[in-house]
T-cell receptor
Framework: KNQVEQSPQSLIILEGKNCTLQ??????????LRWYKQDTGRGPVSLTI?????NTKSNGRYTATLDADTKQSSLHITASQLSDSASYIC?????????????FGRGTQLTVWP | EADIYQTPRYLVIGTGKKITLECSQT?????MYWYQQDPGMELHLIHY???????EKGDLSSESTVSRIRTEHFPLTLESARPSHTSQYLC????????????FGPGTRLLVL
């Protein structure tokens, strides 16, 4: 069964600290993996996209890693800010373009305290 | 910021009423989607469209219907709302390329009393 599991379910950190969010998936065949940020009451916004051949992808203070062999990904946030408080969603696609479908994780709810 | 809009943002309505959730995008994307999301849960695809006059049901069974008469417009209709329809509804669009990014609207929070 194709699934995407994220951990932890929720996380509280102090402003300025780093954190790492985890995503494990069983989706096969694998096409790509994305991390989205969803602010409360808003739609998700794409942070990174990685294909099978990519190990890491950065977007500012966000760095995503992918290990396609172990089917694991992580999202590392450096020097957290209050605006990083949001839900971070891992999404895996089983194929590209017209034939592909997306599998969504339930997200990690991150709260950054001052 | 993506150019995709949803109205209304919030809706409280009584059981049995007919409602239409609006979604429009100005990016010229052929592919559009409707997702349902409950608090703390994953997004579930309920409808999608690959272009004008093309609509398909998604993975989650839904009593809603959609139409795609114009590229930029993808409304979702509930003929008779029930409390079980209470949820957040997210509209998205994408370019249709292999590494397509879906751009999401702000969502409509629906409460059916």
């Amino acid at each position: 069964k194709n699934q995407v599991e994220q951990s932890p379910q929720s996380l509280i950190i102090l402003e300025g600290k780093n954190c790492t969010l985890q995503c494990n998936y069983t989706v096969s065949p694998f096409s790509n993996l994305r991390w989205y940020k969803q602010d409360t009451g808003r739609g998700p916004v794409s942070l990174t996209i990685m294909t099978f051949s990519e190990n890491t992808k950065s977007n500012g203070r966000y760095t995503a890693t992918l290990d396609a062999d172990t089917k694991q990904s992580s999202l590392h946030i450096t020097a957290s800010q209050l605006s990083d408080s949001a839900s971070y969603i891992c999404v895996v696609s089983d194929r590209g373009s017209t034939l592909g479908r997306l599998y969504f994780g339930r997200g990690t709810q991150l709260t950054v305290w001052p | 910021e993506a150019d995709i809009y949803q109205t209304p943002r919030y809706l409280v309505i009584g059981t049995g009423k007919k409602i239409t959730l609006e979604c429009s995008q100005t990016m010229g994307h052929d592919k559009m989607y409707w997702y349902q999301q409950d608090p703390g849960m994953e997004l579930h695809l309920i409808h999608y469209s690959y272009g004008v006059n093309s609509t398909e049901k998604g993975d989650l069974s839904s009593e809603s219907t959609v139409s795609r008469i114009r590229t930029e417009h993808f409304p979702l209709t509930l003929e008779s709302a029930r409390p079980s329809h209470t949820s957040q509804y997210l509209c998205a669009s994408s370019e249709g390329t292999e590494l397509e990014t879906q751009y999401f609207g702000p969502g409509t929070r629906l409460l059916v009393l």
